[in-house]
């Protein structure tokens, strides 16, 4: 009998090291690919500390076509991007005033080599189960830094549906040199998503 318990202990530590490096592999997938640019409708609440909380309905459609509205504070300038320009709307999108050009696929690529690097920063990496809106998601969280020009230390933690693979909800949790802010991401599959298009 304590030969097989003991048996049972060696193989359950010899196991954790297998399994933290799966954990931490999946936080490295989801950081870098997150839904894979599928269209969605993302419900953010920012919570900076000690400033007030805000938030918006970020409409993405395809890399370089996406759009903001600010919720909370209410009245602000909706923002969109499409064909490589960025307008603002001051009349809840009847009418579209161009900002600048950008470049869309570069700022896409910037972002996905940023994260990249980040990735490589990952560290204690925990992976557990959790029930959200009935139903079961796998959910992720890890540390990591970022490493580009803007520094700062960072908690994710990941809503994963067991079953789409979709993740559903986001917090990120991060802090910098005089700034520290919460943001809780909700997001809804919208395959159907249609965007204004200006001229």
Known sequence: MRRTFAASVILLASAQPGLADACKEKFTQLLIKGNDGQPAIIHITSEPKGGKVSKNDFFFRTTGHWMTVMTDPANQPISLAFNNK????????????????????????????????????????????????DVMHDTVEADFDTVGQYKSSNHYKYWVNRKTGWISKVTYESKSSGYESFTTQLLKKAPDLKLPMPD
């Open 86 to 133: 960025l307008f603002t709307s001051s009349d809840e999108g009847k009418s579209w005033k161009k900002v600048r050009d950008m470049d869309s696929e570069k700022n896409r690529l910037d972002n996905l080599k940023n994260q990249e690097a980040n990735a490589k920063t990952v560290k204690k990496a925990t992976c557990d189960e959790e029930m959200l809106d």
